[in-house]
């Protein structure tokens, strides 16, 4: 009874000792929480105009400690960047003598030109460093307040584009999608251009209303758009056909130094093939011709709804070779992608009616194969950017596209069977259609021995023991065949 009570009277301690320690590290943690929250104001509250560090100065001795370092760091880098320009600028003048010099007959000093070429390298190198970890020089990259043309700038924007899930993302989307390989193989030096869609925002629908019973259909959310991107589409997402009938803002990210040349494609990759049984695409759009250039470049949508993006650096798209063509899923058909696939060129390129020496035929829209045109007019590898959206067919707004913007009679596929999209149109015989779908099943004697006998099958081994003769050979039940198989009713 002693032992009892003195085991419940330290049990009782410790528990008191547990639930005052506990209550010690909530106080504490909120303190702390209380305490950083107000500093994250502060920065907040100050974020608009300048940079303010998120811990005020004095507060944290690790935090200060490693703003000094980082500033140092800054310093000695500075000291060895002045150091290099005399030399560079030296060799600069060595070359230009040697080109000089070149003119007259003699030759060229090429270990000039190496020491010039290795020393830029360098220094860009340093510019770098000395400020990729500088917290006040992220800050303003990630606010847009850095000029894009600076060798940190372009770093940190390539950065943030391939290592915090940008360029994972886009991968992944298109792997499991099959964008790649349904429309092209992947490019063999991966994508180097963040392309980003924004679309204008169509209102949210109405909440379920409750059944008779009182119960809500819950419905689960799926957000379209990434708000910490100005509200961009993210990729692979499904969207409504009524918020993709104009063409949608561009914001195209390129990291290179040099100014180049784009050529983009918007394409549908599944339009029903009835004839050969399979998908072919359509060509929606194509642009040639968009420079690309460290200032990530904007291109507003004619759509004025189109909630767009606060960058300074906005210009109009070139003109469109192919004007472009809202989607349109057509009805009795699964979802569909558009795929935009950005091609790079050095040059500016021509498109015309004919090909010839420099001109590039323009494309039609009905089966477009993106291989084959970019085998014929540039290399694979020249893919830098890819992004698709996905949508299924909207009674109300595609008939109007039909109607008003193709001026066609709608086409239909499959009405009433989307599922059966490989069915062969001919009439087969239902006991060769029935033997296939079993994989020709050897059903013999020893049928039982096959399978394990469950209460669940039972069922399905009456069936198949009723297909079978006396003699083990298979016994094709006509009005059983199943629906899957033929695309009719049983």
């Known amino acids: 009874m002693h032992r009892t009570c003195r085991s419940l009277g330290a049990l009782s301690t410790r528990a008191t000792v547990q639930v005052r320690s506990s209550n010690l590290i909530v106080s504490s943690s909120r303190s702390f929480h209380s305490s950083y929250t107000r500093s994250q104001e502060t920065a907040s509250a100050s974020a608009s105009s300048s940079w303010t560090p998120p811990v005020t100065p004095g507060r944290n001795k690790n935090y200060d400690a490693a703003l000094a370092y980082i500033q140092s760091s800054m310093e000695n880098m500075n000291k060895k960047l002045e150091e290099l320009k005399p030399r560079i600028e030296q060799l600069r003048e060595k070359v230009e003598a040697s080109k000089k010099a070149a003119e007259n007959g003699k030759e060229l000093d090429f270990a000039a030109f190496d020491d010039l070429a290795r020393l830029e390298l360098e220094k860009e190198r ?7 970890h500088n917290p006040k020089t992220r800050w303003e ?6 000029d894009p043309t600076t060798p940190v700038a372009r770093y940190l924007a390539r950065e943030r584009f391939e290592l915090k899930g940008s360029l994972d993302a886009h991968t992944n989307a298109l792997n499991e999608m099959y964008v790649i390989p349904d429309l092209i193989g992947p490019p063999s030096k991966g994508l180097r251009v963040d392309i980003a869609l924004r679309y204008p925002v169509s209102a949210p629908p109405p909440p379920p209303k409750p059944d008779q019973f009182g119960y809500v259909k819950k419905v689960r959310k799926v957000e379209t758009r990434d708000p910490k991107d100005g509200n961009r589409v993210i990729v692979g997402r499904m969207l409504p056909v009524e918020e993709t009938l104009k063409e949608p803002e561009l914001e195209i990210r390129y990291f290179g130094e040099k100014d180049t040349f784009g050529t983009l494609f918007m394409i549908d990759l599944d339009v029903p093939d009835v004839e050969n049984h399979t998908f072919k695409s359509q060509l929606h759009w194509l642009v040639p011709n968009i420079p690309l250039s460290a200032k990530s470049q904007v291109f507003p949508s004619s759509d004025p709804s189109v909630v767009g993006s606060s960058s300074a650096f906005k210009s109009q798209l070139p003109p469109a070779v192919v004007p472009y063509l809202a989607p349109h899923p057509h ?15 050095d040059e500016p ?3 015309g009616p004919k090909a010839g020496k420099g001109v590039i035929k323009t494309p039609k829209r009905e089966n477009f194969k993106l291989r084959t045109f970019l085998r014929v ?6 893919i830098v ?5 996905r949508e299924i067919y909207d009674s109300k707004v595609c008939p109007k596209i039909w109607k008003d913007i193709i001026q066609q009679p709608e086409v239909k596929y499959f009405v009433g069977q989307p599922q059966s999209m490989f069915w062969t149109p001919e009439k087969k015989n239902r006991a060769e259609v029935y033997n296939q779908k079993l994989g020709i099943v050897s059903s013999g004697p020893d049928l ?3 399978f394990v006998r469950t209460p669940g099958w039972e069922g399905e081994f009456k069936r198949l023991e009723d297909s079978v003769d006396s003699n083990g050979n298979p016994v094709v039940v006509v009005d059983r065949v199943p629906n899957e198989v033929t695309g009719t009713k049983a």
């Open 377 to 382: 007019n540039w290399k694979m590898q020249d």
């Open 141 to 146: 990259s990630e606010n847009g307040l850095l």
């Open 349 to 351: 390129v021509i498109f």
């Open 331 to 345: 009805k009795g058909t699964p979802y569909h992608r558009y795929v935009f696939v950005l091609v790079q060129h």
């Open 448 to 450: 039982n021995q096959r």
């Open 126 to 132: 340093i510019e770098n460093l000395g400020e990729f």
């Open 385 to 389: 950017g890819m992004s698709f959206i």
